[in-house]
């Protein structure tokens, strides 16, 4: 059965490219206007925008800065301003960094903390306040990865903050139940982005080489996901983390 989101509308962080663009555009393909939220990059936001549109969809990008609380509550506003109300926040923006412990300083830490924590804790926040005063329920969905389930080499201080968010999860999903508003996580594995590819340009066949199902994950697997709990059927789920991953946390073998 088709995901009907007809009227709904949506904020997608980190939405200028791949995982958040594809999350993007999924709900906008399921009948949702969407606000695309970036930081800085204008360009990339609206050629997401424009493929939107382009499909018939509803769509506005939005530069801001989430480690900022008062950012958070005025990309919540602005969504509100534009399309009317606000149903589902897709919180996905973030950032990685690889350091090993001994190398890691106070700065790295703080950015990390400050986006992929405090950013998506505040957007839950302004996010939960809009959906509770319009009384008709809500979808929050973080994403997590991997890394916050299994101990990576060179990413501490990064998998912890994605355990924070699937605790965050867990935490606000029954703070917000009594609201008819779901809280889960996304715990997302090893993904074909630019970074990752920059990183490692064998990154493809590296990762099929040890994925139980053959191939690394491409964005749109984790916006189908996305798609599901933002969906009526996802109705019961709350507090969790759903782990898209091909199966790899059930050995996790490195390439």
Do not use: C
Request: no cysteine.
């Amino acid at each position: 059965m088709m995901t009907d989101l007809t009227g709904k509308v949506a904020i997608v962080t980190g939405a200028s490219r791949e995982i958040g663009a594809a999350m993007a555009e999924a709900l906008a393909g399921a009948g949702a206007a969407v606000l695309v939220a970036h930081y800085g990059e204008p360009t990339l936001a609206e050629a997401v925008v424009a493929r939107i549109t382009a499909a018939g969809g509803r769509a506005l990008a939005y530069d801001a800065d989430l480690t900022s609380v008062a950012a958070n509550q005025a990309m919540v506003a602005r969504a509100v301003a534009e399309f009317g109300r606000l149903d589902i926040l897709a919180a996905n923006a973030g950032i990685t960094m690889f350091r090993p412990l001994l190398e890691t300083d106070e700065a790295t830490w703080d950015a990390l903390f400050g986006l992929n924590v405090k950013g998506a804790f505040f957007g839950a926040q302004a996010a939960a306040r809009q959906m509770i005063a319009q009384d008709a329920g809500g979808r929050i969905v973080f994403s997590s990865s991997v890394t916050g389930v299994q101990a990576v080499a060179g990413l501490s201080a990064y998998g912890i903050t994605k355990a924070a968010l699937r605790h965050m999860a867990r935490t606000l999903g029954p703070e917000l139940g009594r609201h008819g508003i779901t809280v889960n996580a996304l715990g997302i594995g090893a993904t074909l982005n630019a970074r990752n590819l920059a990183n490692d340009p064998d990154y493809a066949a590296h990762w099929a080489s040890v994925m139980p199902t053959g191939r690394a994950l491409q964005p749109t697997d984790l916006a189908a996901a996305l798609l599901f709990l933002a969906s009526p059927a996802a109705a019961m789920i709350t507090g969790q983390t759903i782990v898209i991953d091909g199966g790899w946390t059930a050995l996790s073998p490195t390439p």
